[in-house]
T-cell receptor, first 115, second 111 residues
């Protein structure tokens, strides 16, 4: 079946603009994660959705970052008033259920460049 | 291995050799560990996992070793192939649904 998809694959924007990044998880997966990966760095957790529960937003770096997940499927990560330090690869992952030993399946990422 | 600045540790091997990639994890209470492979321009891909009650686990051409005494994890790739060239990183999980990811090691396989 189809894996996790993300769009756009690349995004170049000007400082101060808002951007929206989209994630389509694997069908039937109830858990969805957003991560940020800067050059040469590990994955930085941003936000986590599990079913209809309130999302875990503990990783969001500032109030310029927000995310929503509509209908328990597609998720959108929004960055308002982008800054150059927001430039990174934004990765989405999904897993069948939430759990310590649940395998996360990653999408290809959106490469964001803020000029 | 750890790295400084933007440069990842790099392991260069010849095709056909065995590769060993190391990872030092931080939390002695972590009970689940995962190795991921990330090829250029792609998202991370699950390779193999191991629980803290195990010392070794084998997959197809890959073996993960866990040494809890020194908080060390290694990934062994047998008969390394050019298609194995990628960044490999480990993740640790401590009774949480959010793993902690390492920075990764770049594996370069020369034909």
């Amino acid at each position: 079946g189809a894996g996790v998809s993300q769009s756009p694959s690349n995004k170049v924007t000007e400082k101060g603009k808002d951007v929206e990044l989209r994630c389509d998880p694997i069908s039937g997966h109830t858990a969805l994660y957003w991560y940020r990966q800067s050059l040469g760095q590990g994955l930085e957790f941003l936000i986590y959705f599990q079913g209809n529960s309130a999302p875990d937003k503990s990783g969001l770096p500032s109030d310029r970052f927000s995310a929503e997940r509509t209908g328990g499927s597609v998720s959108t990560l929004t960055i308002q008033r982008t800054q150059q330090e927001d430039s990174a690869v934004y990765l989405c992952a999904s897993s069948l259920i939430s759990g310590v030993q649940e395998t996360q399946y990653f999408g290809p990422g959106t490469r964001l460049l803020v000029l | 291995g750890e790295s400084v600045g933007l440069h990842l540790p790099t392991l260069s091997v010849q095709e056909g050799d065995n590769s060993i990639i190391n990872c030092a994890y931080s939390n002695s209470a972590s009970d689940y560990f995962i190795w991921y492979k990330q090829e250029s321009g792609k998202g991370p891909q699950f390779i193999i996992d191991i629980r803290s009650n195990m010392d070794k686990r084998q997959g197809q051409r890959v073996t993960v070793l866990l040494n809890k005494t020194v908080k060390h994890l290694s990934l062994q790739i047998a008969a390394t192939q050019p298609g194995d060239s990628a960044v490999y990183f480990c993740a640790e999980n401590m009774k949480s649904y959010i793993p902690t990811f390492g920075r990764g090691t770049s594996l370069i396989v020369h034909p």
